[in-house]
């Protein structure tokens, strides 16, 4: 069983709605009305979320421009005891927001941080987009510079994993653009106005959406969940590769059979093919 929240000391990072003010949880509103202060990206934004609740704990700001300065107060007021919630506009703290730079101070300082989880736009936008969960790679924001940020799609061309970014309305039509132009047309779902009235899903693939926001100017809030690459675009492993991937599996302490049978989810190979490679390996050796 839990202990009483807040706990003195603590640093909580709090999740909060990404629209639907309805998706913000009982034990986040606990633990915002019960910390000594709230440490938000932007406190009138959260003083609207925390004057609906009911709740007068004291903010602080903490944003990208002033979290240098604010680090090492807060870690102070960690140290005398104090428990310390910090909110961003919306989501997770830390998730392309504030938060990270002080999870990592407070945590070499050996102080307990503790997540009180709540709504994400990137697993809100994949889970719902009908696209390979089980594995995936958040990209967050792209560079804004159009030469950058077709370099950076470049670098994932045969990235097999589901893909997610963030992306600005006024942006949307050129990311869409380029990672036509990159990638090819994969298939895709643009996620808009996650949890809120207007949420809406836009695919099934990049000429589609793309054709659609030609014809629709975006508005809102988008995350687009992007097929990862096709199996042609994926360089095959040579044998030695796998063989010493199976090698380092066995050294880690999985059976040969449970290493090639890993090894196959991974890749999609045949695991008899796989074990037959890890026994040919030994006869070489
Ligand atoms: N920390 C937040 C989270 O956990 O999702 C993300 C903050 S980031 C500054 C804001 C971006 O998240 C937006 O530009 C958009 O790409 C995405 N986003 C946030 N809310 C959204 C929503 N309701 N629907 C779709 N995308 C959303």
Same mark, same amino acid.
């Given at each position: 069983?839990?202990?009483?929240?807040?706990?003195?000391? $603590?640093?909580?990072?709090?999740?909060t709605?990404?629209?639907?003010?309805?998706?913000?949880?009982?034990?986040?509103?606990?633990?915002? +009305?019960? $910390?000594?202060?709230? +440490?938000?990206?932007?406190?009138?934004?959260?003083?609207?979320?925390?004057?609906?609740?009911?709740?007068?704990?004291?903010m602080? %700001?903490?944003h990208?421009?002033?979290?240098?300065?604010?680090?090492?107060?807060? @870690?102070?007021?960690?140290?005398?005891?104090?428990?310390i919630?910090v909110? %961003?506009?919306?989501?997770?703290?830390?998730? %392309?927001?504030?938060?990270?730079?002080?999870?990592?101070?407070?945590?070499? !300082?050996?102080?307990?941080?503790?997540?009180?989880?709540?709504?994400?736009?990137?697993?809100t936008? *994949?889970?719902?987009?009908?696209?390979?969960?089980?594995?995936f790679?958040?990209?967050?924001?792209?560079?804004?510079?159009?030469? !950058?940020?077709?370099?950076?799609?470049?670098?994932?061309?045969?990235?097999?994993?589901t893909? $997610?970014?963030?992306?600005?309305?006024?942006?949307? @039509?050129?990311l869409l653009?380029?990672?036509?132009?990159?990638?090819?047309?994969?298939?895709?779902?643009?996620?808009?106005?996650?949890?809120?009235?207007?949420?809406?899903?836009?695919?099934?693939?990049?000429s589609?959406? *793309?054709?659609?926001?030609? %014809?629709?100017?975006? !508005?809102?809030e988008f995350?687009? $969940?992007l097929?990862g690459?096709?199996? +042609?675009?994926?360089?095959?492993?040579?044998?030695?590769e796998l063989?010493?991937? @199976?090698?380092q599996?066995?050294?880690?302490? *999985?059976?040969?059979?449970?290493?090639?049978?890993?090894? +196959?989810?991974?890749?999609?190979?045949?695991?008899?093919?796989?074990?037959? @490679?890890?026994?040919?390996?030994e006869?070489?050796?």
């Open positions: 069983m839990q202990g009483a929240e807040p706990a003195a000391g $603590v640093l909580y990072l709090v999740g709605p990404i629209g639907n003010l309805g998706d913000l949880s009982p034990r986040a509103r606990q633990v915002l +009305a019960g $910390v000594d202060r709230i +440490a938000c990206e932007d406190t009138r934004r959260s003083g609207l979320l925390l004057h609906n609740l009911g709740i007068k704990t004291r602080v %700001s903490f990208e421009h002033n979290q240098a300065a604010r680090i090492p107060e807060l @870690l102070t007021a960690l140290e005398a005891g104090e428990a919630a909110v %961003s506009d919306a989501g997770l703290p830390g998730i %392309s927001d504030p938060g990270e730079a002080l999870v990592m101070a407070a945590r070499q !300082q050996g102080r307990t941080v503790i997540c009180v989880p709540g709504p994400c736009a990137v697993t936008a *994949l889970v719902s987009s009908g696209l390979p969960a089980g594995r790679c958040f990209e967050g924001f792209l560079p804004a510079k159009g030469q !950058q940020r077709r370099q950076r799609i470049r670098e994932l061309v045969s990235e097999p994993r893909l $997610v970014f963030y992306e600005a309305p006024h942006r949307l @039509l050129a653009e380029d990672l036509l132009a990159e990638l090819g047309d994969r298939p895709v779902a643009v996620a808009r106005e996650l949890t809120k009235r207007h949420e809406q899903q836009v695919g099934p693939n990049l589609a959406a *793309l054709s659609h926001f030609q %014809s629709t100017a975006p !508005q809102g995350t687009v $969940v097929g690459a096709p199996d +042609a675009e994926r360089p095959a492993a040579s044998d030695s063989r010493l991937q @199976l090698q599996l066995v050294a880690s302490g *999985l059976s040969r059979s449970d290493a090639a049978r890993q090894l +196959a989810q991974h890749t999609g190979l045949a695991k008899r093919e796989l074990y037959a @490679l890890l026994h040919s390996g006869d070489q050796s």
